[in-house]
């Protein structure tokens, strides 16, 4: 490559934008909004990381967090109820637990 040469001149290179756009999204523009989210869709769903550790435990809480404000309706909705379940379900252990506690402790 010569100094007057751009990254994009040498033979062999493909033409166009990097990343998703030209591997996957071919054809797509990526300034139009939908495209783009449909590249961080398809992004996210081809992120595979270790679930059986905390940190992909809470990467998993982040998803779904990220999802429910991105849903509107009955799947916020849905999303809205699962979470009050699962939070009254643990204070609920909670909850128990202090009592077994305090009653032997005493």
Do not use: C, K, W
């Not at 071919?26 to 495209?35: N, Q, S, T």
């Not at 992004?43 to 990220?66: H, I, K, N, S, Y």
């Not at 379940?85 to 077994?100: D, K």
């Amino acid at each position: 490559m010569t100094m007057s040469e751009g990254p994009r001149d040498r033979p062999g290179d493909a033409p166009g934008p990097p990343g998703r756009f030209a591997d996957d999204l071919v054809g797509l523009d990526p300034d139009d909004p939908e495209a783009r989210a449909f590249a961080a869709h398809l992004d996210r769903m081809e992120r595979v990381g270790p679930t059986f550790t905390v940190e992909g435990q809470l990467a998993g809480v982040r998803d779904f967090a990220e999802s429910a404000n991105r849903a509107d309706g009955l799947r916020r909705l849905a999303a809205v109820v699962l979470v009050t379940l699962v939070l009254l379900g643990a204070g609920y252990v909670i909850f128990e637990t202090l009592e077994v506690v305090l009653r032997t402790a005493f």
